[in-house]
């Protein structure tokens, strides 16, 4: 009995750990570094600037037609 329930439990630990593996729990996020964070904010930033510059000449122009 104590063999068979050493093999078991050292079994169901490997399938524990294989079922973790193949299936990671999605609630935390990737890490992103500080510096790929900066880049991203400055690249959304940059985005915003040149939306916001597109945009505004052609609200004049629909005023002028």
Do not use: G, H
Request: glycine share 0%; charged share 40%.
């Amino acid at each position: 009995m104590n063999r068979r329930k050493k093999i078991k439990d050292i079994y169901d630990k490997r399938m524990k750990q294989a079922n973790l593996k193949v299936n990671p729990k999605k609630a935390k996020p990737k890490y992103i570094s500080k510096a790929e964070r900066a880049k991203m904010e400055a690249e959304a930033a940059a985005n915003a600037s040149t939306e916001a510059a597109t945009e505004t000449p052609d609200t004049s122009e629909t005023k002028d037609a």
